[in-house]
């Protein structure tokens, strides 16, 4: 009798924890701060009224983006003392909307992150947020605060959160949160994100391919261990041929003026334009586009219109790749496209700065990650801007190991409806357009073919584009929206339409790699439906 009471009393315990502990719904927004969950500690849940100004980035300035009103909690993950004797966590900001469409959507950081960002959704320039269409959004600042901080690199939990596993911890507690806020999981789980969110967005697919249903992985640093050593390869290049100040110091931004890169732009456009059937200052066809600086240079006697000699040798080192002294490359080469004259293109290369001092983001973010966080174990006295490129390759190893999401494994992934569009910037001058290509034509042969890879993952080249976004290019694209629509749908997208600043009025079909958007010979050149997505072999 005791025996059988005794099971019932536990059944009851257990049905209860069951009903009321696993899915509950909070009674209200603030009820969310007082909820204990593993690791985590909730610092604040406010409601936020609807029209509510917003930055996109942190230390820019708000404006209306046009979002509903929504519950914000903000909270921390693993808070510990690391093995430097500092203070570290996983920092997150999950916002619950209460026009809520049932989805979620983890946004993706940028650079060394190091900071929350606000948890809006931006899914591109000119296309609403996730926030403003519905999804509960979380962000995070990937396990240690910061903006231009790289010591993290030097502990070890620091350098794996950055790396991978703050994607997995945000993810389960903001799962939890909708769980508990709205009663009910979410229906779809979606990932977004740009530069080394698109790094965090294809390793989400690689490490975690459980958690997220679809994935859009923009200008990806999927090699950012050896993309570092581009950076520094070409700092070193542009450095060796720029005028110096009093003292001898090279000044990089005087390399090349905007004169050289107007005359290279336009050259190349003379060159490549008009292979996708139509001269429009955008080239799509870009495997058919081969440019030689060479024919810039000066001639005797030439003083302007041209390139010195030692301008073209230049152009010609950086664009052909990081390499060791015995050719071996160290990371890819880049594709030359209209978007070099662009100020996009100029201040991860060269910078504006009329000093020596240069403030070109491949010298200020670039150097310090390089020497703090890629090259391990810590290297004192390692010069970043002049490494040992015979020893860097071994150098990043470790790195590279927890850090690149390089696999072409979606296995698991696919099999329960997984889908990813990656999209990349012709003119990306941080991560080359040509690296992701390259990847991409590797996921094609392992996967047994165009068709089996195009079926999980699609490819979308953007000419003119600099680093997610900018530049003369359509810029403007849904990516989500075509996501969802093959999550959801079964849609897959056979092109993506997309408009740009640079271009009013103008519309362009974003096709996926390897076809181009093609002028089919008639219509009006400025609208979309005059072109057709082409293959190559066309």
């Known amino acids: 009798m005791r025996h059988g009471m005794f099971q019932t009393v536990l059944f009851g315990m257990a049905l209860s924890w069951l009903l009321c502990g696993a899915v509950a719904k909070a009674d209200s927004c603030t009820d969310i701060a007082g909820l204990h969950l593993q690791n985590t500690v909730i610092q604040s849940a406010t409601m936020v009224p609807a029209g509510t100004p917003e930055a996109i980035m942190p230390n820019l300035p708000p404006r209306d983006l046009h979002l509903p009103r929504y519950c914000k909690v903000e909270g921390s993950i693993h808070e510990r003392i690391g093995a430097d004797k500092q203070h570290y966590a996983t920092r997150f900001e999950v916002r619950l909307p209460d026009n809520w469409n049932g989805k979620f959507l983890f946004q993706g950081g940028g650079g060394l992150d190091g900071v929350v960002r606000p948890a809006i959704g931006f899914t591109g320039f000119g296309t609403p ?12 600042d990937a396990g240690h605060e910061g903006m231009a901080n790289s010591i993290f690199g030097k502990e070890q939990k620091a350098r794996l959160d950055y790396a991978y596993a703050a994607i997995d911890d945000v993810t389960r507690v903001s799962k939890e949160l ?47 261990s050896h993309a570092a050593i581009g950076e520094a ?20 931004s005087a390399a090349f003026s905007q004169a050289d890169l107007d005359l290279v732009s336009k050259a190349v456009l003379e060159k490549c ?102 090259v391990h174990p810590y290297i004192s006295g390692f010069d970043p801007e002049h490494p040992n490129f015979d020893a860097i390759d071994g150098e990043v190893e470790q790195t590279s190991i927890i850090n690149d999401p390089t696999s072409t494994d979606y296995g698991t992934f696919a099999a329960r409806g997984g889908r990813m569009i990656l999209y990349e910037g012709m003119s ?9 290509i390259d990847y991409y034509k590797r996921f094609i042969r392992d996967s047994g073919g165009l068709e089996q890879a195009q079926s999980v993952a699609r490819l979308f080249l953007v000419p003119g584009m600099t680093h997610c976004g900018q530049g003369p290019a359509t810029d403007q694209f849904d990516a989500l929206t075509a996501l969802e629509r093959w999550v959801e749908d079964g849609e897959a997208p056979a092109k993506i339409q997309a408009t740009g600043r640079a271009f009013p009025g103008r519309s362009r079909p974003l096709c996926p790699f390897p076809a181009y958007a093609a002028y089919v010979g008639s219509g009006n050149s400025e609208d979309a439906a005059s072109f057709v997505c082409k293959a190559p072999s066309e």
């Open 129 to 140: 947020t996730a926030l403003t269409r519905g999804y509960a959004v979380a962000s995070t």
């Open 428 to 436: 990306d001058p941080v991560f080359s357009a040509n690296d992701i």
């Open 233 to 252: 390869w070409d700092t070193e290049t542009f450095d060796s041929i720029a005028p110096v100040d009093k003292d001898g110091h090279p000044i990089l």
């Open 178 to 224: 909708m769980a508990q806020y709205y009663g009910k999981p979410a229906a779809h789980s979606y990932f977004d994100g740009c530069s080394n969110g698109g790094r965090q967005a294809m390793m989400a697919a690689q490490r975690f391919p459980l958690e997220f249903d679809g994935i859009v992985a923009g200008d990806p640093g999927f090699r950012l």
């Open 273 to 374: 334009d008009a292979l996708d059937g139509l001269k429009d200052g955008e080239i799509n066809n870009v495997s058919a586009c081969r440019f030689d600086p060479e024919v810039l240079t000066c001639k005797p006697a030439q003083t302007s219109g041209c390139l010195k000699a030692k301008q073209v040798k230049a152009l010609k080192k950086a664009f052909g790749g990081a390499h060791n002294s015995t050719g071996e490359r160290l990371y890819a080469s880049w594709p030359y496209d209209a978007g070099i004259a662009s100020m996009g293109w100029r201040m991860w290369k060269l910078g504006t700065s009329p000093t020596a001092k240069s403030n070109a983001l491949n010298v200020m973010l670039g150097a310090p990650a390089l020497r703090d966080y890629f």
